[in-house]
């Protein structure tokens, strides 16, 4: 399932399911004017799959920042309109700020417009104390790594060396004696912006934070969101903020918070360079590179609208083919902040159910969302409590695995609580761990649902796991489940398969026609064990991985599917 048609580019979320997965489900379980329920909706993408197909939307998550994509998304606005109105917001920005991406060209002497910047991290020398800018001795090692030195002593210097600092090197810029941008060394910018005059959030990082932890931030100084962004960046995002505050249709202000958001992960730190190409943000950690990018905030807002804008024409081009409004008017969605174990809906309200929720430990939405959520308006951030997660490690008010449980199981209660008779519940799920599909087996039992074993089904991300690029084989799956549930009676046990039987269906699999990743081939014994009604315990990512390799399998390299070693 390829994820990049203009909805799914329009703004990123840490997990989001295409449109394009979900409305087949809602046309095959629904009718038009049907209610769909998502109580775990994240980015909406439920919400808008529900508008393109006609269909009543009523979305729930405890993400604050969810709410605010999601209910975006199905804010449809009048595209010239919005661009005109972003351009404004652009041009009061810069007048309030002054020419701060401005800079003279190396080439011809006249004015340039930086389009990126390139930073290094400067760290310290382990053998001489002496302080090295991280990106020139990369550079004077002729950009290998394992020989960079210190530029005093030649002692061996790197990205675990102690960061003392950071500063610009590279500007690369767009100018009228050009046609297309050219890097030249770093220089100040024709205008500063004065600080005194702008003010933007700093939401503290508290050490109980996941990501906190994790990304060792108390040793790095990263210990508040305004850390995260440079100064002139956060200049730019401030006067370009108030400039959209100042927007009086209400509708059109909401849709250019939605384009601001959108930019705030690029527009940070967190934008790894590499000399080849940007290898783009880290969205799912906090983790800020040796080397990162400081992008133009008015260039990128100013693409982003575009982008929104092409996401408003993707939908009503949808809704038109099946013959639905085709202006502005918007389609009944409703995303409000509840969490998805108390649901306030009545009874038996709503039609059909499709969810996606928090697979484990995967990641932490509350600490990822602060970026984002510190320049909504009213300053309200995620309950970080209320998230159905597992915490990795114990920082005070541990997560546990039995509280997710817990709460996964509530949830698909109230789920079949407010569903209609003889309706059903489709649930996303993904994970590499054999123990946690247990879990979700439990909670499926536990919530009185059985799932229906001819309508599970598979979603593939469409991109090997990062872990995987070096190994071959993948230590994450990148394929997840869709099972489709409905009332009834679970059964009373699950047998235990035998290492020959798990042995047998992974033959089986592999011996059918058509190219097979490793993701793929553990989902399919996954999908087969929900058949049997097996204990999915015993059938980690680990495990299949072993079989594959014991009967002469590899990955090839360049596709990412399988192959037997003696074809290769």
């Known amino acids: 399932m390829k994820r990049s048609d203009p909805v799914y580019m329009a703004h990123a979320y840490l997990t989001k399911v295409p449109v394009a997965a979900v409305v087949p489900f809602i046309d095959a379980m629904t009718a038009p004017g049907d209610i769909v329920l998502d109580p775990f909706a994240g980015s909406g993408m439920t919400g808008v799959a529900a508008l393109v197909a006609g269909r009543r939307a009523r979305l729930f998550d405890v993400s604050v920042l969810g709410r605010h994509i999601g209910s975006n998304y199905a804010n449809l606005v009048d595209t010239g309109s919005l661009q005109r109105h972003g351009a404004e917001a652009v041009e009061r920005a810069r007048e309030v700020v002054g020419d701060i991406y401005g800079s003279t060209c190396s080439a011809c002497g006249g004015r340039a417009e930086t389009a990126k910047a390139i930073w290094s991290c400067v760290v310290e020398c382990g053998g001489c104390d002496a302080r090295v800018n991280y990106y020139a001795s990369l550079r004077e090692a002729d950009w290998h790594k394992a020989a960079m030195a210190c530029f005093r002593c030649g002692e061996t210097v790197g990205s675990r060396s102690s960061r003392t600092g950071e500063e610009p090197v590279v500007d690369s810029v767009v ?11 770093w220089s100040e910018p024709l205008e500063v912006a004065q600080e005194a005059d702008l003010t933007w959030p700093d939401v503290p990082i508290e050490p109980t934070r996941q990501m906190y932890q994790a990304s060792a931030l108390g040793r790095h100084g990263l210990t508040s969101t305004a850390t995260f962004y440079s100064t002139r960046n956060l200049c730019a995002l401030a006067a370009l903020r108030d400039a959209i505050d100042a927007t009086d249709d209400s509708a ?53 609208v575009d982008a929104v804008a092409r996401s408003d024409e993707w939908i009503r081009a949808r809704r038109c083919e099946r013959g639905l409004v085709a202006g502005v008017e918007n389609g009944d969605v409703r995303y409000d902040v ?25 990641i932490f939405y509350s600490d990822m969302s602060l970026f984002q959520e510190a320049w909504l308006p009213g300053h309200q951030l995620t309950d970080a409590g209320l998230e159905a997660v597992v915490d990795r490690t114990d920082t005070g008010s541990y997560r546990s695995p039995d509280r997710y449980e817990e709460m996964l199981t509530e949830a698909l209660r109230e789920c079949r609580r407010v569903l209609k008779p003889n309706g059903y519940i489709t649930l996303l799920f993904g994970n590499s761990s054999g123990g946690v599909w247990r879990l979700l087996q439990r909670a499926i039992a536990a919530a009185d649902l059985v799932v229906v074993p001819e309508l599970i089904a598979t979603l593939d991300k469409g991109q090997r796991s990062v872990k995987g690029l070096a190994s071959g084989f993948e230590h994450v799956s990148t394929v997840d489940l869709m099972l489709t549930m409905t009332s009834g009676v679970p059964p009373a046990s699950v047998a235990v398969p035998m290492s020959a039987e798990l042995e047998d269906v992974v033959r089986g699999i592999t011996s059918r026609d058509g190219e097979l990743s490793p993701s793929q081939c553990y989902v399919e014994a996954v999908r087969e064990g929900f058949r049997r009604d097996w204990d999915l315990s015993a059938i980690d990512l680990g495990a299949v991985t072993k079989l594959l390799r014991e009967a002469d399998y590899e990955v090839d390299r360049r596709t990412g599917m399988l192959r037997r070693k003696s074809a290769a």
Do not use: H, M
């Open 252 to 304: 059109i202000r909401r849709k250019l918070l939605f384009a601001f958001t959108a930019i705030l992960t690029r527009a940070s730190k967190r934008y790894q360079w590499s000399r080849q190409r940007p290898l783009n943000a880290a969205n799912a950690n906090y983790y800020i590179a040796p080397v990162f990018y400081e992008w133009n905030v008015f260039d990128l807002f100013t693409r982003k």
């Open 338 to 362: 509840a969490s998805a174990t108390s649901l306030p809906l009545e009874d038996e309200s709503v039609d059909y159910v499709f969810t996606d929720p928090p697979f484990g430990s995967n």
């Open 175 to 185: 100018c009228s004696c050009a046609a297309i941008q050219r890097e030249q060394p």
